[in-house]
């Protein structure tokens, strides 16, 4: 039981490129989160998906796209990569939205735009 | 909008001192509030707390909540180096995400 996989750990990227970010969860859950963690801030949520086929804007979702590919895989894509994107990211996911239950998080993804 | 503040932002002690770290909250339709600690990497779950349990206990650890006052507060007693990390409060609301405060970095010194 692997939990919250993500990949890739690190990534360079120039600014103007573009990268998917991946993540996958084998515990069978509905809704699944990508947040960015930024130097001194606290986690904030870029996209999340309540269940299999939907996605929603969270708090900082400009300049990123997501996709349920299924009900286990959440990616994130970064289509023009800009050095403000530079954070750490962290996908999540919870049995059923919240509704008082703990979220499990993946291990991150370090990103660098330079 | 919903809104978490933790305070202090930071704080130092020595090895077996006693800390309380404090969280507010102002969100609409409360559901939960949840202590997480993180080291260098993932946030780990520590505590949920709910209408229907604001006391937790596990160890030398434990957090209370005060829904009147919009507020919790997390205690560790006979702190450990191992405890260095910082601590993020996060609250469920009527929007059913998670909104989280800037976290507590907490340094135990031996």
């Known amino acids: 039981n692997a939990g919250v996989t993500q990949t890739p750990k690190f990534q360079v990227l120039k600014t103007g490129q573009s990268m998917t970010l991946q993540c996958a969860q084998d515990?069978?859950?509905?809704?699944m989160y990508w947040y960015r963690q930024d130097p001194g801030m606290g986690l904030r949520l870029i996209y999340y998906?309540?269940?299999?086929?939907?996605?929603d804007k969270g708090e900082v979702p400009n300049g990123y796209n997501v996709s349920r590919l299924n009900k286990r895989e959440f990616s994130l894509r970064l289509e023009s990569a800009a050095p403000s994107q530079t954070s750490v990211y962290f996908c999540?996911?919870?049995?059923?939205?919240?509704?008082?239950?703990?979220?499990?998080f993946g291990p991150g993804t370090r990103l660098t735009v330079t | 909008e919903d809104k978490v503040v933790q305070s202090p932002l930071s704080l130092v002690v020595h090895e077996g001192d006693t800390v309380t770290l404090n969280c507010s909250y102002e969100v609409t339709n409360f559901r939960s509030l949840l202590w997480y600690k993180q080291e260098k990497k993932a946030p780990t779950f520590l505590f949920m707390l709910t209408s229907s349990g604001i006391e937790k206990k596990s160890g030398r650890l434990s957090s209370i909540l005060d829904k009147k006052e919009l507020f919790s507060i997390l205690n560790i007693t006979a702190t450990q180096t191992g405890d260095s990390a910082v601590y993020l409060c996060a609250v469920e609301g009527g929007s059913e995400k998670l909104v989280f405060g800037k976290g507590t970095k907490l340094t135990v010194n031996p």
């Open positions: 999540a996911s919870t049995p059923r939205g919240f509704l008082g239950y703990e979220q499990y």
């Open positions: 998906s309540a269940s299999e086929g939907t996605t």
């Open positions: 515990m069978n859950h509905n809704s």
